[in-house]
């Protein structure tokens, strides 16, 4: 089972070398890598050269931005039957292909992967949705983050199978586009498994303490992609309107103001702003 590896960058280098020496120590090797390049100032080519030796690598150059788009044109590069959508700072476990195919061997009627994100560490969560228990899960309990899915395109619907250019960095909307698409293909019938033993590792950039800039730019995805599945009246928005948008985010407000802890108080205010802000601007 071949896998395909899409990699849209912009603007980093050294981390991008981590990835690639995580990838030469895969013992699984039966896929190959798609690099979507969006720098205009050649900045990766010394980095990528090196590897072309070891690695299957494609490495393209674009004349246009944005992470939605790039992974988009990557899909339809791809060769292998399962897709994944790795970050340009993250970097696999040693063991991540080898147990990724044979978790879609071993569970047939799975049709979705996610692997859990770890802030490298072996036990502590980075970003994304996580738990420590191997689980099925459904529109209600969407898991991971976009860089820790796999997706098999034999079980899935081509034309399903395509990214909104509207979400994502470089877009209208920075952040939800792996949401978005996951929550499309769930809705559509897609089985999906979520489990931890499969290690991705990324840097915990979401925390509170590095600020609320970061928070405010992304949730105006996740407000924005919940106002495009209500605009086609899915009942199951609600839901998230309610949780998402009132319920969660006042919680957390709420927790901070107990725990007497401005700073997280300031980044739960503007996870609420930025998500109220995407809903409204939305299809504007």
């Given amino acids: 089972?071949?896998?395909?590896?899409?990699?849209?960058?912009?603007?980093?280098?050294?981390?991008?070398?981590?990835?690639?020496?995580?990838?030469?120590?895969?013992?699984?090797?039966?896929?190959?890598?798609?690099?979507?390049?969006?720098?205009?100032?050649?900045?990766?080519?010394?980095?990528?050269?090196?590897?072309?030796?070891?690695?299957?690598v494609n490495h393209v150059k674009v004349d246009f931005t944005g992470n939605a788009r790039a992974r988009d044109y990557g899909i339809s590069l791809a060769l292998g039957r399962v897709v994944a959508f790795p970050d340009d700072d993250c970097v696999y476990d040693k063991d991540v292909l080898k147990k990724v195919v044979a978790e879609f061997n071993r569970r047939p009627n799975i049709s979705i992967l996610v692997a859990g994100s770890y802030d490298f560490s072996s036990s502590?969560?980075?970003?994304?949705?996580?738990?420590?228990?191997?689980?099925?899960?459904?529109?209600?309990?969407?898991?991971?983050?976009?860089?820790?899915?796999?997706?098999d395109r034999k079980?899935?619907?081509?034309?399903?199978?395509?990214l909104d250019h509207d979400f994502g960095l470089g877009s209208k909307y920075s952040g939800g586009e792996g949401f978005e698409l996951l929550y499309?293909?769930?809705?559509?019938?897609?089985?999906?498994?979520?489990?931890?033993?499969?290690?991705?590792?990324?840097?915990d950039k979401d925390h509170y303490k590095l600020g609320t800039g970061r928070m405010l730019m992304y949730s105006t995805g996740i407000g924005a992609y919940i106002r495009k599945f209500a605009n086609q009246q899915d009942a199951f928005m609600?839901?998230?309107?309610?949780?998402?948008?009132?319920?969660?985010?006042?919680l957390k407000m709420l927790l901070a103001v107990v725990l007497l802890n401005p700073r997280k108080l300031a980044y739960s205010f503007y996870n609420l702003v930025g998500i109220w802000r995407g809903f409204l601007a939305y299809g504007r």
């Fill in 184 to 203: 499309r293909l769930l809705r559509a019938g897609c089985t999906a498994f979520y489990t931890p033993e499969i290690k991705i590792y990324h840097p």
């Fill in 155 to 162: 079980k899935i619907d081509g034309e399903q199978f395509h």
């Fill in 124 to 151: 502590r969560f980075s970003i994304g949705v996580n738990s420590h228990s191997a689980q099925y899960f459904s529109r209600f309990k969407m898991m991971g983050v976009e860089f820790t899915q796999f997706f």
């Fill in 1 to 56: 089972m071949r896998v395909s590896l899409v990699l849209a960058t912009l603007g980093r280098d050294w981390e991008l070398t981590d990835f690639l020496k995580s990838l030469m120590n895969q013992t699984y090797k039966d896929f190959d890598l798609i690099i979507i390049d969006q720098n205009t100032d050649g900045k990766i080519d010394a980095i990528v050269e090196p590897f072309k030796s070891y690695l299957n």
């Fill in 238 to 250: 609600l839901y998230y309107i309610v949780r998402k948008m009132f319920v969660a985010p006042i």
